[in-house]
């Protein structure tokens, strides 16, 4: 996998994730447990071609710049 093809992979995972966490519920986010078994439903596997796991799920989503499922929730608040 090329550096172009990565990104596009990483990219394309976070979409993912982000409308799993929108469509779960208004007010909060989903478990970990429940993020993975969707992805891996939709066939998504890491980068490396890997399962997700809960620690793999949370360093992807670190590197990304979010604080776990919480900050994916959350991503659309404005603190004034």
Not at 60 to 80: A, C, E, I, T
Request: glycine share 6%.
């Amino acid at each position: 996998m090329n550096r172009e093809q990565f990104s596009h992979h990483r990219q394309k995972t976070l979409f993912e994730i982000m409308m799993l966490v929108d469509r779960y519920s208004k007010y909060t986010a989903p478990p970990y447990k429940y993020v993975i078994e969707q992805l891996e439903a939709k066939g998504y596997k890491t980068a490396w071609g890997n399962d997700w796991t809960m620690p793999r799920l949370c360093m992807f989503l670190q590197r990304m710049g979010f604080v776990g499922l919480h900050g994916v929730k959350n991503r659309h608040v404005n603190h004034d």
